[in-house]
């Protein structure tokens, strides 16, 4: 796209169609952000552009953040590996003590009215740890014992994300980002097909149990929500409600949907509609096609990603684009199966578009990264 | 620094990760489409259903009107008053208002507005000034809701046969539950948008679906002659210090009923309170004790309740006494057992089986003919019709005469006929049975089988309601009862009409004769159980042409002090009755009548 015009002026690619593909994104978020949450910002706040105004300081910082990180060859980033690792495992750990509790869940930092949640920090620190040790073991990435040794290395985090965060949805996405980075490293696909069969064999046999179970009197309440998920209209009063909710609110779109801003459901009916369940107030308002407009977009992302990364200069470069490539379209699957109700409810939000300070700050600087690997990209090559 | 180089296969497994991730998002578009195209209607209801609160608009009950059009049961506007606790904003102010404009007490209140409901009601029937009232202090969260009470503008009158509604405006007794399929209408409803915590939407405004108002009943009954007969009605109670009286005035061809009283009445606009007749029917409360302090429970007072609202003319049953020897004599004639001039010696009793049975007149009424004996009310002649029909003959017309079914009356609770199983009735009980007494009968029973002996032949369906129309007057309904012919034959039922005649004339119901008018009719007084109690029931059944009648009128006297025959005291209340109801319908006409 831009490679033509800017043959003149520079000899290597800035990939435009990257940036106007997630400045498109941010904006229609933006938009639907607005929409789906000034009822219940109005009822509480007062100021039905509460979430909005908070959400555009991150942005703007954000962006700011990502044209910097742009102009920084990646390879600076290179010795912070352990740096990262380090930071993250403190962070994590200074929860503990420091954490600000929101919503039954003790997983933010409050600085100076600013909520900063850990786990968005470390998802960015393992992209680059994981790249940075690929890297540094070279061949020795390719044998089964490598092979643990990387899948190991990330797990204390993934595993503070999950029991000091309590927030499992991370920690999954941590799991699966340094997995496929591990995949694409690697030049065999036995073990990786093996563990995904089984892994998914797995939670199946899981989700058999649960639903077999004869009672769910003080059971624990992620095994409630595989339940509910199954049966999400015996829980309406309990962990059903927002899964019901939701598909509600997909549901009543219809084809065409009700038109910007005409959803019911987020009147309350989906507490706090504009985090995780956004994409069902989107499918709400605009519809089947509207629905297709978003998923089409992030296969577009997901696809530049791919591009990049496929012509980065050297395999750090690429890992790290694969990185955030499996960090965009993990999270995009997995928001997108909970609020369809296809997988069960964990909490998990739609990159760019969901309400976020944190997660879209570090979703944009991840996006600098990419676009800095994307300016590496001799033309002549491409 | 890294400088390891992108090798193929890192490519290979890069576009695998993207097309295997493109193949997820393709599947969870499947699954948007299935639930957004297949399940989209399903969904959407649910939506809707969650979203939208409903609120009743209720449908303006349908009048009852006599046969002049004048309105007996009405609708008067009412308030409900209820709070929305979302949308209450002042609320110790809205508790104080309540509690004075309301005049409930605080506690009642505050419980109501405190509680966390959509919608809580305070109170209904709230008088529509007070509702307006509270209306103009505007308070947020405070609904006053219009609504509509029923109302008995002539109050007591007919209250048995009318009956009244309850709470939700539904009939509880008499006409007002027989015909409510066609008087209650159809509710409609106000449909709002709500959020979740069930504030209205505002830009989403109400959808209304408008109630269709109930048909107005029109009835036989005459308000002019059913308060004539009530006033009667009460006359005759009051100067024999009876328990009770009851009137029925019929059209013998029609079986349209112009009037039926029951006193003492009830006021339908107050029916859950006891009247003072139904306080001093306890046992005990001669002191005239009010209900609050007699301490009666719940249940006594629902039995005194629903005693106070029976309608003695068809919910109780009674021993007919004399009048049934109508039918004992239409069954005689019929049969041919006796013919008019068949003669009969009376020694003032009769043995039968080993049992001796006395005439009322104990030193007998000597040789007379059938047609005397009726006017005379003779026993011994009766049992003795009755027992030359034997018992099979005699059960056979009272199957033939629709006596052992119920009438069909367009009202609730119709009591069946209590008679001997046929295999029981030996010749005591056919002797009786012959005179009246034994078995028990509905008194619009034994009216409609006397209309129908002297109506050649033909038995009616006693009714009230006639048609229903809608608000703009259309007929919506025209109701027709059945008729069955050939109960007695014309010339039987002729020869009826000339010994009843004779009965007023000449004989046992003299007290009924009006000048000028051809009237028929029995008497009858009968000995409630037990037989020594000393109560008595006075009755009388008249009708009017004699020749060709018109009108059928029965007046029945319950427990009356003094004097209990029925010729002396229930045939003049039949005869005042004629006396102004017969010019008033156009059967008599004094003018001509007094020349004649």
Not at chain 1, 101 to 107: F, I, L, T, Y
Not at chain 1, 192 to 200: E, K
Not at chain 1, 210 to 225: D, L, V
Request: proline fraction near 3%.
């Amino acid at each position: 796209m831009g490679k033509n015009k800017k043959k003149g002026q520079s000899e290597y690619f800035f990939d435009y169609s990257l940036l106007f593909i997630v400045l498109f994104l941010l904006v229609f978020g933006l938009v639907m952000l607005y929409s789906t949450s000034s009822y219940e910002a109005a009822q509480k706040y007062g100021s039905s552009t509460f979430y909005l105004v908070k959400q555009i300081k991150a942005t703007v910082l954000g962006l700011v953040g990502m044209f910097i990180i742009a102009h920084i060859p990646y390879h600076f980033w290179e010795k912070f590996y352990g740096l990262g690792y380090i930071v993250s495992a403190v962070l994590l750990l200074l929860i503990i003590p420091f954490g600000y509790k929101s919503g039954g869940a003790k997983r933010w930092f409050r600085i100076g009215g600013l909520s900063i949640q850990p786990a968005e920090i470390a998802k960015i620190c393992m992209i680059l740890f994981c790249a940075v040790m690929i890297c540094k073991m070279g061949k020795k990435v390719r044998d089964f014992k490598g092979f643990l040794l990387l899948m190991a290395m990330p797990l204390p985090i993934v595993l503070m994300v999950w029991k000091i965060t309590s927030n499992l949805s991370s920690a999954i996405i941590i799991m699966g980002i340094v997995f496929i980075m591990v995949f694409v490293a690697s030049p065999d696909y036995k073990k990786f097909v093996v563990i995904t069969v089984g892994g998914l064999a797995g939670v199946a046999a899981i989700v058999v149990a649960i639903a077999g179970m004869a009672s769910n009197e003080g059971m624990h309440y992620r095994f409630k929500r595989v339940l509910a998920w199954l049966h999400p209209e015996d829980y309406v009063s309990d962990t059903g409600y927002q899964t019901l909710q939701a598909l509600y609110a997909i549901g009543s779109g219809g084809v065409w949907g009700k038109g910007l801003g005409q959803s019911m459901q987020k009147l309350g009916f989906i507490p706090e509609a504009q985090n995780d369940m956004i994409f069902s107030i989107i499918c709400e308002e605009l519809g089947l096609f509207g629905a297709i407009a978003i998923i089409a977009l992030f296969v577009m992302l997901i696809w530049r990603l791919m591009v990049i990364a496929n012509n980065a200069p050297d395999l750090f470069g690429a890992l790290l684009v694969v990185g955030v490539m499996a960090h965009m379209a993990l999270q995009v699957i997995l928001n997108i199966a909970v609020v369809t109700a296809t997988i069960p409810n964990t909490g998990i939000s739609l990159p760019f578009i969901s309400y976020g300070g944190t997660a879209v700050l570090f979703q944009l600087a991840e996006i600098g990264l990419v676009l800095n690997v994307a300016r590496k990209i001799p033309l002549k090559e491409a | 620094m890294l400088v390891d180089y992108n090798k193929t296969f890192h490519r290979k497994k890069i576009t695998v990760t993207f097309f295997v991730c493109v193949a997820i998002l393709v599947f969870l578009f499947g699954r948007l489409v299935y639930l957004m195209v297949a399940k989209a209607d399903y969904y959407e209801k649910k939506a809707t259903e969650l979203h939208e609160r409903e609120r009743s608009i209720k449908a303006a009950r349908g009048k009852i009107l006599d046969c002049n059009g004048t309105v007996l049961a009405d609708n008067r506007t009412v308030c409900t008053v209820s709070v929305i606790h979302n949308q209450i904003e002042d609320k110790e102010k809205v508790i104080e208002v309540l509690c004075t404009e309301l005049g409930l007490s605080e506690d009642y209140i505050r419980k109501r507005v405190e509680k966390y409901s959509s919608i809580e009601r305070i109170k209904s029937n709230v008088d529509k000034t007070i509702g307006d009232r509270i209306r103009n202090y505007d308070l947020a969260g405070v609904k006053v809701d219009e609504d509509y009470k029923r109302y008995y503008p002539y109050g007591e009158l007919g209250s048995k046969v009318l009956g009244f509604t309850g709470g939700d405006n539904q009939g509880i007794i008499g006409l007002e539950v027989m015909y409510e399929d066609y008087l209650k209408g159809q509710e409609g409803t106000i449909l709002t948008v709500t959020d979740a915590k069930g504030i209205e939407v505002a830009d989403h405004g109400e959808s209304r679906i408008d109630p269709i108002p109930g048909g107005d009943l029109h009835i036989s009954m005459d308000l002019n002659i059913q308060s004539y007969a009530t006033q009667l009605a009460y006359q005759a109670m009051e100067n024999k210090e009876a328990d009770s009286v009851s009137i029925i005035v019929m059209k013998v061809k029609t079986g349209e009923i112009l009037a039926m009283v029951n006193v003492p009445e009830f006021d339908p606009n107050n029916p859950f309170e006891l009247t003072d007749y139904a306080l001093t029917s306890i046992s005990g409360n001669d002191a005239g004790l009010s209900a609050e302090e007699l301490n009666l429970t719940d249940k006594e007072k629902q039995d005194l309740l629903n005693n106070m609202w029976r309608n003695a003319c068809i919910n109780d049953t009674y021993e007919p006494g004399s009048t049934f020897k109508i039918i004992t004599a239409a069954a005689g004639l019929e049969s041919g057992v006796v013919t008019p001039s068949s003669t009969f010696s009376c020694p003032g009793f009769i043995v039968v089986e080993d049992r001796k049975i006395r005439c009322h007149k104990t030193t007998g009424h000597g040789s007379e003919d059938f047609v005397h004996a009726t006017m005379n009310s003779c026993n011994p002649v009766f049992i003795t019709v009755g027992l030359r029909m034997g018992r099979d003959v005699f059960y056979s017309y009272f199957e033939q005469f629709g006596l052992l079914k119920k009438t069909g009356i367009d009202l609730p609770g119709e009591a069946a006929t209590i008679m001997h199983k046929k295999d029981n009735i030996g010749a005591v009980e056919l002797a009786t049975v012959s005179f009246g007494q034994s078995f028990q009968i509905t008194p619009i029973e034994l009216l409609v089988t006397a209309a129908s002996i002297i109506n050649d032949g033909k038995r009616i369906t006693p009714h009230f309601g006639v048609k229903v129309t809608d608000t703009q007057g259309n007929v919506t309904k025209e109701f027709d009862y059945p008729v069955q012919t050939g109960i007695v034959s014309e010339e039987t039922s002729a020869v009826m009409r000339e010994i009843l005649e004779k009965v007023v004339s000449e004989g046992g119901g003299a007290k009924a004769y009006i000048e000028g008018v051809r009237i028929g009719g029995k008497t009858a007084t009968s000995q409630t159980l037990p037989r020594n109690s000393g109560k008595y029931i006075a009755s009388f059944i008249g009708f009017a042409p004699a020749n060709d009648p018109e009108i059928i009128a029965m007046a029945i006297i319950k427990h009356p002090q003094g004097m209990y025959y029925g010729g002396q005291i229930a045939a003049p209340v039949v005869r005042q009755l004629f006396e102004n109801i017969l010019p008033y319908l156009g059967i008599m006409d004094y003018n001509i009548n007094s020349v004649s």
